[in-house]
């Protein structure tokens, strides 16, 4: 069974992730999931991207990062091409988390237009330094688009938030119940692809655009 299923119906791409355990991020996971965004956006769709019950993901595979080597590094690498993919996408984005988001997941959540979190007793967290790793460059300027005075707390000291706290942080726009989540999610992404899409597409790549550079230059190590 694939670990991630790709829906097109009325301009909305619905990737749904599950691997019937934490959605890990490992390679194969991360190309699934760049494939189905590189054909959601040949069709000009808004992209709405969930997980299964209880957990959006618990980001990178901790087996690769723990073992090192070429298949860490090549994790590492489709997840850039991830940001960049989510950065460059040309239609709305939304993220419903259906629970735990942690590290690369949370990083995903602060790629996206609008973030419904599920209520409940979920864990999201940058939690890099708490694993004993250094925040990586490409992921500092991303962790930056967090409420200010969240930011230490979340990149530095890797403090795990409940919901609520998510939503102060700015992980989450709002949050849902879990039998409403992926509802207030689809009417979420249905009201943003009603917009101007030619407006929408110039507007985002404008928003978005000092960031891409920021991690452009952290990934090719170029310092303005």
Excluded at 55 to 81: F, K, N, T
Excluded at 120 to 132: D, K, M, P, Q
Excluded at 143 to 148: I, K, N, T, V
């Amino acid at each position: 069974m694939s670990a991630l299923t790709l829906t097109l119906a009325e301009g909305v791409a619905e990737i749904a992730l599950d691997d019937g355990k934490v959605n890990a991020l490992s390679e194969q996971m991360l190309e699934a999931l760049l494939a189905a965004i590189d054909q959601a956006r040949a069709a000009d769709a808004a992209l709405l991207i969930y997980g299964r019950a209880g957990v959006l993901s618990a980001g990178y595979d901790r087996r690769l990062i723990a073992a090192g080597g070429p298949a860490c590094d090549a994790m590492r690498a489709a997840g850039d091409r991830l940001t960049l993919a989510l950065l460059d996408y040309p239609a709305p984005v939304v993220i419903a988390s259906t629970g735990h988001a942690m590290a690369k997941a949370a990083f995903m959540l602060l790629l996206a237009d609008y973030r419904i979190g599920a209520a409940g007793a979920f864990n999201i967290a940058l939690n890099e330094v708490a694993i004993g790793m250094t925040m990586p460059d490409a992921a500092m300027p991303q962790a930056r688009r967090l409420a200010p005075q969240w930011l230490n707390r979340c990149a530095l000291q890797a403090q795990v938030l409940d919901p609520q706290q998510a939503l102060e942080a700015g992980f989450y726009d709002e949050l849902a119940t879990g039998g409403e989540l992926l509802e207030r999610a689809r009417v979420k992404v249905r009201e943003l692809a009603a917009l101007d899409r030619k407006a929408y597409r110039e507007t985002r790549l404008l928003l978005n655009a000092p960031l891409r550079a920021d991690v452009m230059a952290a990934l090719t190590g170029v310092r303005g």
